[in-house]
């Protein structure tokens, strides 16, 4: 067996030429600015090699996955990857279903479960495990009832489901006050879903229906002036009842032209339904608790069901930590039964969950929307499943696992990484965190700068091999405290004062956010830094009242949640810069000659795209055994475009080569204003290196919401405005923070106020003033700790978050 994995002659992306061993059954740890190849080596040659090889090895055609640009691979082992993408947008999956943990509770209570008789209440009898009875009658009043089975106890399955939300536990509603914002009009946001050209198209289907009815809608009537025959045209479109009813004489339009319109809530519902989670609008519906099950899914008899006086949706709710004392509790009650069946059930649940709680996942419930994880809780879920597996010989590829880890609880998965390393597996971690690389046996450093700055190996070998590399950005990090200058604002003396929040795990938290600071919320996962910001704050629900947001003039809420789910938002189109950039190539001389007008450059519609994969330069491609793959459409080999198109170009540049062009490079060549302006604020957000065609999809939690920022900054925000952002250090170098903190100050400096929720401690430790909170997670969180500025929090003995801070 050979000792390394041996990579020569990689060139894939930015990397440049480099030859490298990587130790075989370590912990190793890749580090390095944010965009220097480190998700480039990881991911896009070894996982891709290792998958290719795997087929290659199995006697399959490994065409489908495109060898990456390096001279030879040696040493590698079956991989498993591990990234902070949430795949699985299925609310029908949560922590118990994709963990097992619920299959193994309802096994528990088909088999001990205590049910009243649906006629008198009294318990009936139970049977015995392989008994072939499928009736059971009450002994009290002799009623006879089917026996119930694990697919009854499933919200999955017709037997079990609550029939009114079907086992998902909520009705679907859209939110009214995020989709229309009533002071603008059609052509400028009033409608959040219409930006862009597609604001534009369904502005004039509107206006053209207005006309066809006689009404009064223009493109710049702000909605708030809407009579309500017009807003009933705006939400419900010319064949709707709703709207119908004013016009009985009147057929609807026939065509767009004239305003043939499906109505915005139509056009969301429609869509909704047919791509449920994934559809682009599901954001903009909220969830209505059902009437009937009140949430808990399950049919009202399968409800009633106990185990040792739970019942399976009270265990579904309680955080895993406080199941982990349900499940040892009721091991002690069956404790004299010679089961097998049952000891294994309660043994893996109880290995199962000690795991999940290793990882620092202790305040998750069963019943959470796997949706709704972060890519780190995702990842981490994810290994704390894979320990039980015993595998050995395997390469896993690992991408930040800490994203969303308090510095509490490193330590937890550091060890279950070494527990995977001590099975006999390789593990390999992209990670910025300085506790992981200090435990890690081997550090690669890439740099020493971003995209073609960067691509190559600045040194390896351990924590204090880099510190004593004059070269490696990483070893001057290391082993020093790294202190961001806070300016110790003290604020205007005003205030916006959270009175008695409840929502999710909040005790009646009130707590005052000064006003013109940039403010911190910290505390240990599930401690209830999110909900008391986003779920609380942003909506101005949850509490008994807000006050001071008179003071507010707008608020920015730039979350981790997705940036669009579509495979052809891109860098380019998301920030508005693709269609000057279309309009550049049909101006050339050359593309007026072949009549290319800015359609052509266009990789969404007919025209000038490749026809084979329709613009977007890859084809997936099912492979059955393994998941679907992505790979170079053999037509225009990854050009988007036709040939004729491809003729076209700008100082030596046709429209591909724009797309694969990275910001820094992109400043260079494209001389208009707002793209300027708006390239430059991804530099400021450390995004110099992406590249102008990479689709949105593909980007970390933290690079889309510093994506966000850098959007909402270039546009003309006026007068006190509140930012609100979700760890916005995720996936950024310590080198990279500096950027983000000089950019944040300057928001605050100009007058605003920025709230953060917050693990890392260099950002921490640089803010105006802290609110910290815990204790612990879950049910064991939910409280304000203590606030005050960094110093006063490092004093307090109280403050969890305190003890890590740098002054």
């Known amino acids: 067996m050979l000792e390394t994995i041996r990579i020569e002659g990689a060139q894939e992306n930015n990397l440049k030429n480099i030859t490298l061993d990587i130790p075989r059954n370590q912990l190793v740890v890749i580090t390095g600015p944010s965009g220097s190849g480190k998700s480039t080596l990881a991911f896009d040659i070894l996982e891709r090699e290792c998958n290719r090889q795997f087929l290659e090895s199995s006697g399959l055609s490994t065409d489908v996955f495109e060898r990456p640009k390096v001279e030879r691979i040696s040493g590698l082992s079956p991989s498993i990857a591990i990234g902070q993408h949430v795949t699985n947008r299925n609310p029908r999956s949560t922590v118990g279903t994709v963990t097992d943990l619920y299959s193994y509770l309802r096994k528990l209570f088909e088999q001990k479960g205590e049910r009243p008789c649906s006629a008198c209440g009294k318990t009936l009898p139970s049977l015995p495990i392989g008994a072939d009875e499928k009736i059971i009658v009450c002994e009290n009043c002799q009623k006879a009832h089917n026996r119930l089975t694990r697919a009854d106890f499933s919200f999955n399955k017709p037997s079990g489901a609550c029939p009114t939300c079907s086992g998902l536990g909520v009705a679907k509603e859209i939110d009214l006050k995020r989709l229309f914002n009533p002071d603008k009009s059609l052509i400028n946001e009033g409608v959040s879903i219409w930006t862009g050209s597609w604001g534009e198209y369904n502005t004039n289907v509107v206006t053209a229906g207005s006309q066809y009815y006689g009404l009064s809608i223009t493109a710049d009537k702000p909605i708030k002036d809407f009579s309500e025959i017009e807003l009933d045209f705006l939400y419900y479109g010319a064949e709707d009842e709703r709207f119908t009813r004013h016009f009985p004489n009147i057929k609807p339009p026939k065509t767009v032209a004239k305003g043939k319109f499906a109505g915005v809530l139509g056009a969301m519902w429609r869509s909704y339904k047919e791509n449920g989670e994934s559809s682009q609008v599901a954001d903009f519906f909220k969830s209505e608790t059902c009437p009937d099950c009140h949430g808990e899914r399950l049919l009202e008899e399968i409800r009633s069901v106990r185990v040792n006086k739970k019942r399976l949706p009270e265990l579904s709710l309680l955080p895993l930590n406080e199941l982990l004392r349900w499940v040892q509790n009721t091991s002690e009650l069956f404790a004299h039964e010679e089961d097998e069946i049952l000891a294994t059930v309660l043994h893996d649940l109880h290995e199962r969950l000690a795991r999940i709680l290793q990882v620092g996942l202790g305040y998750l419930t ?241 025209g000038g795209r490749c026809d084979r994969c329709e613009g977007m330069g890859k084809v997936d491609v099912d492979l059955h055994f393994l998941s679907n793959t992505q790979v170079t459409c053999p037509e225009c080999k990854g050009k988007r475009f036709k040939e004729e198109v491809l003729e076209i170009t700008v100082n030596g540049y ?98 605003n106020s920025v709230i953060i929720v917050e693990h890392n401690i260099p950002m921490i430790s640089s803010s105006d003033y802290i609110i910290d909170m815990g204790p612990n997670g879950g049910i064991e969180g939910g409280e304000v700790i203590t606030t005050g500025t960094p110093k006063e929090l490092k004093e307090n003995s109280q403050s969890v978050t305190g003890k890590y801070i740098s002054i």
């Open 366 to 606: 069963l019943d959470r929307q796997a949706i709704t994880l972060s890519g780190g809780e995702a990842q981490r879920l994810r290994l704390a499943s894979i320990l039980g597996s015993g595998l050995t010989g395997v390469l896993y590829i690992l991408d930040e696992p800490t994203a969303g880890l308090h510095p509490r609880d490193t330590d937890g998965l550091i060890d279950v990484m070494k527990s995977l390393r001590d099975l006999g597996n390789t593990v390999l971690v992209i990670e910025h965190d300085e506790t992981v690389m200090e435990a890690a046996d081997h550090l690669i450093d890439i740099g020493p700068g971003a995209g073609r700055l960067g691509g190559e190996i600045i040194g390896v070998g351990t924590t204090s091999d880099l510190m004593k590399n004059p070269n490696s950005i990483t070893g001057r990090t290391l082993g020093k405290d790294i202190t961001l200058p806070s300016k110790a604002r003290k604020g205007n003396g005003k205030a916006l004062t959270i009175n008695n929040a409840t929502k999710h795990n909040l005790k009646r938290v009130s707590v005052d956010l000064p006003l013109e600071t940039l403010t911190a919320i910290t505390g240990v996962s599930g401690s209830g830094k999110s909900t008391l910001i986003f779920d609380v704050l942003a909506t101005q629900e949850g509490c008994d009242s807000i006050s001071g947001m008179e003071e507010i003039d707008s608020i920015i809420n730039i979350g981790q949640s997705p940036l669009v789910r579509m495979a052809r938002s891109n860098v380019a189109t998301y920030l508005d810069i693709y269609t000057d950039l279309r309009k550049l190539f049909a101006e050339q001389e050359h593309a007026k000659k072949l009549g290319l007008t800015a359609k052509f450059f266009s990789f969404n519609t007919t």
């Open 654 to 751: 046709t429209i591909s080569d724009f797309l694969e062009m990275n910001v820094e490079d992109a400043l260079k060549h494209i001389t208009g204003k707002k793209a300027q302006t708006r390239l430059n604020l991804l530099v400021d957000v450390g995004l110099g290196y992406l590249t102008l065609g990479q689709q949105l999809t593909t980007l970390s939690g933290g690079e889309g919401q510093r994506l966000k920022l850098a959007k909402e900054l270039s546009g003309s925000q006026k007068g006190h405005t509140l930012y609100l952002l979700d760890e916005p250090t995720s996936g950024l170098h310590t080198s990279d923070i500096t950027h983000l903190h000089e950019l944040l100050n300057r928001l605050v400096d100009a007058g």
